[in-house]
């Protein structure tokens, strides 16, 4: 029997109704004879509302004890879970990480999970049982819970379904694929229905908040193939009809899979730059700016060092908003007097839009097509940052959606690419 | 280093301020130099959100399935004591019933402890930490969650309490104490300083909702000094004034502990009369009304049979109100018939008011002094039923709240029998 794995967002679980509906989409896979995993997530809301209250208890909650508070989101949306596939008439079981057990590391909060057992579920299923497992958590050595932080969930997923050797990995949630971009900034935008792995990668590293990273990466080591799609539609449609829709992340290299060189674009305005003014262009120097800031184990995203001009240079990177305080500290208290900066610009107006496509790598001439789009409009590049399969420019936010719009446009993004798949 | 354990009921963990609470007298005591291990039940209106939430999802939840559900209740309530503790800058710990473990059998929603483990108890005590431990559940033999039903929290600190051999077992709640009968009926009701064991399972089992039973048996069978007080008192009163307060349950044979032969009255509305009449006067006739009764998990409460008048008797015997419905069919469907009675008559307005007192024993005229009194009052006693140490009587509900003023005048409960204890 074919063996697949259906991950649910908080929304989708986000009420009696909901929960409900799950149920009868998970029945009508056990029907048409598929062994179905179910991993949910806790009810929309939940989690913040128990994180809410511990930082209301404490101002510095421990690690350990708020995994063991979040912990329970999850536990009770499997549970509630389960008594609804129950009530269509499937047996059911939910489990806890700690129960099955899904193995990780004491990393409380944003623990990694290091290995699954597979034999209590793989028995239960051979007994026709739909399993249910409480995503986002597992159990550590000395048989503490942990939890692998925020997205936990499609992590969880992932990973048991490499575990288990399924078929499928399915994630649903309130978005019904990967699009070109985002259609709330391009209207045009379309659904892909199938994305490599890597371009998944990209998209996901640089914003898109479809799938957690780790997920993707977790994918991509084990090879389980993931499909995102909706959890609105009606639950009833034909299985058959269910496995083509959302968008299918693969490891294969199907030519069949797409002709578009660039397949899509994220942006971010999650992005402030710093820039050191006069800076002397000696060797070291590069260390000498960013090794505090990596100590205070800040995440540096792009780097830029201009080029030399009578022995002093202007060094730029670029930060998350959430590290604007602490980098502006650093630089301004520890750096700037030592490297012998003549000045510190901070510029938060700034936003990053990329180009992501593996069709790059055998292509010529992609990047040069963005910035040739982006100068046609009037749009000042101030950083690049390349890699095999994405191209990103740091720009004024103000220009934003009209760079994505133009990009969208000038890659063709608005017109089917696909090969047809099954028609 | 002695040990005490504390329980803390759901009005005491009922917000975050009343946790905060709970955690500074937790403070006190481990800074007055005892080990402390906490016992907390579900913030108060969680199990019923939860079982709720069950219930509008199926009709019929899985045992197992809501056991996993509102386990939920105490892991959260546990690890948001033990950050609150912590934010108290004393070393805490949460752990739940699994973690322990507590072990039980495996009858889901009312599950018994068959053994707990102290061993990561004692570690986590012997380096200076406070544990909290989940109260209402544990696991089984197989490693499924169980709980222990309502009230099931006592329970867990009083099995904890005898595991640990702790000096005892505190159950910390909105009321003060056990009293001579409810203040709201009887405003000279008098707080007890200690009561015997056996005089506390009368009036657990009467009806008094302040401590579990099976709390209360498990507490007679490993001989733990429980204490009943409130919750409600400023924290910081000192530790020996506290260790006074309340009310000890004690398996001291002491004379100082009581002069009065009788100590609480109880009562209960919680009764329903049913009598068979005209029943044939023979043998097996008690078997044949009250076998099906008990065949279809109905517990009886008081049974009364009439002496026999030309050969035929009447037969009356009380339930719980819940009952009522699935009693009458019984009796009306299946029994009536079968044991020839004339006719079956359900009587639900009535009470039980009961007298409670360890000096009975050694008494004589006790129950007469009852008898008079209520004759006094004009109410009429339909039924009766002694013990060793209670005598109850069934009688119109309308003049309960009469009867129990009347003896607890009666029996001089609203005057201070007890010898010093400690001026």
Redesign the interface.
């Given at each position: 029997m074919p063996l697949i794995v259906q991950k649910f967002g908080g929304t989708s679980m986000g009420s009696?109704e909901r929960?409900?509906n799950v149920a009868q989409r998970v029945a009508k896979w056990h029907a048409a004879g598929y062994q179905v995993i179910v991993v949910p997530s806790a009810m929309s809301g939940e989690t913040n509302r128990?994180l809410e209250?511990?930082h209301?208890?404490?101002?510095t909650?421990?690690d350990?004890?708020?995994d063991?508070?979040a912990?329970?989101?999850e536990?009770?949306s499997?549970?509630?879970l389960?008594?609804?596939i129950?009530?269509q008439d499937v047996p059911a079981?939910?489990f806890?990480g700690?129960?099955v057990p899904v193995r990780t590391n004491n990393a409380y909060t944003k623990a990694r999970i290091t290995h699954i057992e597979t034999e209590r579920i793989r028995a239960e299923l051979d007994q026709g049982k739909v399993v249910v497992i409480t995503g986002f958590q597992g159990v550590d050595e000395e048989?503490?819970?942990t939890t692998l932080g925020r997205g936990g969930s499609d992590t969880s997923a992932v990973a048991i379904a490499a575990a288990m050797e399924a078929e499928e990995c399915m994630i649903f949630s309130d978005v019904d694929g990967v699009y070109t971009t985002d259609p709330r900034v391009v209207p045009e935008a379309r659904r892909m229905r199938v994305i490599s792995f890597e371009e998944m990668l990209e998209l996901a590293s640089l914003g898109t908040k479809i799938l957690q990273i780790r997920a993707v990466e977790f994918a991509g080591k084990y090879r389980v193939p993931l499909r995102v799609l909706s959890s609105l539609t009606d639950p009833q449609i034909p299985v058959e009809e269910e496995r083509k829709s959302g968008t299918l992340i693969t490891f294969e290299d199907d030519q069949n899979m797409e002709s578009a060189v660039v397949s899509g674009i994220a942006f971010s305005r999650d992005e402030t730059k710093f820039s050191l003014l006069g800076v002397p262009d000696t060797p070291g120097v590069a260390y000498a700016i960013l090794g505090p800031v990596a100590a205070a184990n800040i995440d540096v995203d792009m780097i830029l060092q201009n080029q030399s001009v009578q022995g002093t240079t202007d060094f730029s990177f670029t930060v998350q908003h959430t590290d604007f305080e602490r980098t502006k500290e650093i630089l301004e208290n520890e750096v700037a007097e030592a490297v012998g900066a003549s000045e510190v610009i901070a510029d938060s107006k700034v936003c990053k839009v990329s180009i992501v496509g593996i069709g790059m790598r055998n292509h010529v001439g992609i990047a040069s097509l963005m910035f040739r789009t982006l100068a046609e409009e009037n749009i000042n590049i101030q950083m690049i940052s390349t890699s095999e399969i994405k191209t990103s420019v740091i720009i004024e936010d103000k220009y934003m959606e009209l760079a994505v719009r133009a990009l969208h446009k000038a890659f063709e993004l608005d017109q089917d690419h696909y090969a047809p798949l099954d028609e």
């Open positions: 009696v929960i409900q128990l209250l511990a209301e208890i404490s101002p909650p421990s350990r004890e708020q063991m508070l912990a329970t989101g536990q009770a499997s549970a509630l389960a008594m609804a129950m009530a079981r939910s806890t700690w129960q048989g503490h819970l």
